[in-house]
């Protein structure tokens, strides 16, 4: 029987579909200069009564990218503001949140070596619209460990980018995305844009159009933990499903724009920002700036670059033993990943794998998705 990568692929996401790992997702893989593979897969929920019950996954579905957030948006607009003469890799963190990183720069933000924990809980008494709370607490939260000795990827140090983004154009960080990347780009358009971030704005739902094609992520019914509610619902009260409302609690509070999660967008956009990353045609990403990012950091033990990941070493990250040690990427907490790998192993042209999904739906506690990540991206380089 001749081999079929393609349907191997497509064989191994419905699986993914049937082991409950997600409801549904769009899998899109280009290579050098044109799609391979781009398909829908599963349902837009699986939790009766949620938003999407059963209604299939398109190929414009839009998903929670949650921490692709950081580099779609934050790490790029942290780029741009180094080519404009805005900021130096070298700038110390504005002295308000100096203290809870004493000496970090911006270079050590983005690579994740600042001395800022991984995670809080800010959101545990807070209710979205007051942003600055967050960042108060963020001051107030003493570092972990030596300035640049290691790396420990924090949620953290990209609030305190995102806020710093803010204050260096005078814009807030969404519009700051819409001005920079997603028009340049053509990717913020109709009434659930390709690309981009859902400030969230009193008790409005979303539309029909958005109810259509959004993935919802998490159903808050106390049914689904008979163990007890856990911490996370008391900032989501009343809601009954993240619908086009940002999963990562404390983007919530902060309105749903965060340098460390709130965007959302469809498969073919990632892939076109991708695109403008490894070809640098998004004004202002020269290639020399774009390498100086996806450099290596020499902090010990890291595969971090500036703000993306690298593959691990010995295979056992998410985009397993198929990619180069040039690759770029990253993943989020809801389902997604990207990689970009210019000069892939096997010769052949440069490599884009995105997947999309929404895996915390209707909880964060299913099955794990590492192994389906590294066989989806183990199949996407046979195609």
């Known amino acids: 029987m001749r081999e079929d990568p393609h349907r191997d692929l497509f064989d191994l996401l419905e699986d993914g579909v049937r082991a409950g790992v997600y409801p549904g997702c769009v899998a ?3 290579r050098d200069g044109a799609e391979v593979y781009h398909e829908a897969h599963g349902d837009l929920g699986s939790y009766e009564g949620a938003p999407g019950y059963l209604r299939a996954v398109s190929r414009d579905t839009v998903y929670d990218l949650a921490s692709l957030t950081k580099v779609l948006a934050t790490t790029g607009l942290a780029a741009l503001a180094v080519a404009e003469g805005r900021v130096e890799l070298t700038t110390p963190v504005p002295a308000e949140w100096d203290r809870a990183c004493p000496g970090a720069t911006l270079a050590h933000l983005l690579s994740h070596s600042s001395g800022l924990p991984a995670h809080r809980e800010y959101f545990a008494d807070l209710k979205p619209g007051r942003p600055e709370r967050v960042l108060d607490r963020i001051a107030e939260t003493p ?6 000795s290691k790396a420990v990827y924090s949620d953290l140090g990209f609030m305190i980018l995102g806020a710093w983004l803010e204050r260096l154009h005078g814009k807030p960080l969404d519009r700051l995305f819409d001005d920079k990347i997603a028009w340049p780009l053509d990717l913020h358009r109709g009434d659930v844009p390709r690309l981009g971030f859902h400030r969230i704005l009193g008790a409005r739902g979303p539309s029909s159009a958005q109810q259509h094609r959004v993935a919802p992520t998490e159903v808050y019914d106390p049914a689904l933990h008979p163990e007890g509610p856990p911490s996370w619902f008391a900032c989501r ?6 619908h ?6 404390n983007a919530f509070v902060m309105s749903g724009v965060a340098g460390h999660a709130g965007l959302f967008g469809d498969a073919a ?3 076109e920002l991708a695109r403008a990353w490894l070809e640098c045609t998004l004004p202002g990403l020269h ?3 774009r390498d100086v990012f996806w450099t290596m950091s020499k902090v010990p033990g890291s595969t971090r670059q500036l703000g993306w990941d690298s593959p691990s070493p010995d295979g056992s990250g998410t985009a397993a033993d198929v990619l180069s040690a040039r690759a770029s990427g990253h993943t989020g907490f809801t389902g997604t990943s990207l990689w970009i790998d210019p000069t892939p192993p096997d010769g052949r042209g440069p490599l884009i794998a995105i997947l999309l999904a929404n895996r915390v739906h209707p909880t964060r506690n299913g099955p794990p998705i590492l192994p389906l990540r590294q066989r989806f991206h183990r199949a996407a380089v046979r195609l």
């Open 237 to 242: 009260a009343p809601v009954r499903c993240a």
């Open 28 to 30: 899109l893989v280009w």
């Open 269 to 271: 956009a990632v892939l």
């Open 287 to 289: 290639p020399s700036l």
């Open 143 to 148: 570092p972990e460990y030596p300035l640049g």
């Open 244 to 249: 086009y409302e940002v999963h990562d609690d």
